[in-house]
């Protein structure tokens, strides 16, 4: 698939060409401790037919070093099987994939304390994941497979994590020079951080990430792991997600929870919004891609569909490669016994 045509044009890298993808979540990452036969029947060589067939391009694979490594930092053989039988099968399905290290044992994004970033022991560990996994990888073609160095830095400091993203850039360029880096933006590769991101000078097969998931209220709604997953009014979209007279229903308790939430969102605040991370990879010039978006099944349907055109329409009206969050589950594609939302594909894949 081409890209479309917009009014940001981006230097691609050389023979990585991607537009519509899928996240592959919860299955080498995030897993809950499913391993073995669940784990590889969680996802098929049909899935993977699926998707393409469908008419996405790529898939963005997270995978956790607890999923890959035990606590003695050995291979974990099953998982490392499940990685490259994957890969083949986007090889046969003609589907490229991005290898993204989600959450280390010293860096989750979801988590308090990050050792990654006071802890030199904790760095090295990166780099030696990073090592062993272009080992594994670095016989699949620069064309098919990327790499994602970290999801979501959270460092107390942009140049905390600046610092390290450029020792993994000159690692991975040691090991393979040719092939293509994703890095994103301090603190959740928020399109608001994008200003203090630094890429190392010359580099040119690096693509720029972001996420993007606002308005939160709406897109998360009561979803476990939110401060506001016991707020159960109404949400919207387009308009404000709550309406001021409905927050003024909740009890403080809630209230206080849910700050913001009366901000009107529609298709001109998501495009000033991205305008940030745009504006910055044409300053750059490098390619800009959105590595998650997506919306929990738990809103209004005809909301949740209208959200998703109208990102869809932002993304690709401005010449940036996305990928869904997610392919399984309240936010998939494909809901947990496997059954496609094909109004939803259509929206996201038909030109």
Known sequence: MAFITGKA??????????????????????????????????????????????????????????????????????????LHKTLEWCKQYHLRAIVDLHILRSHDFNAKDQALWDQDAAQERFLQIWRELSAELKKYPVSQVAYELLNEPVADSAQQWNDLLAKGIQLIRQLEPNRVIIAGSNQFESYSTFPQLKIPAGEKRTILSFHYSNPFYFTHYQASGTRHKDYSGPVHYPGPTITPNELNEQPATIRNLLAGSTQEYNEDVIQEQMDVPLKFAKKQKLTLYCGEWGCINTVSRRDRLRWYKDMRKVLEKNNIAWAIWDYKG?????DDNGDPDKKLIKILTKD
């Open 9 to 82: 044009q981006q230097q691609k890298p050389e023979g990585f060409n991607i537009q519509r993808g899928v996240n592959l979540s919860h299955w080498l990452s995030q897993t809950g401790g499913r391993r073995g036969i669940s784990q590889s029947e969680y996802f098929t060589e049909k899935d993977m037919a699926f998707i393409a067939e469908s008419g996405f391009d790529h898939i963005r694979i997270p995978v956790d070093e607890s999923e890959l490594w035990d606590y003695k930092d050995e291979k974990y053989k099953d998982a490392f099987t499940l």
């Open 330 to 334: 309240a936010f998939g594609i494909v």
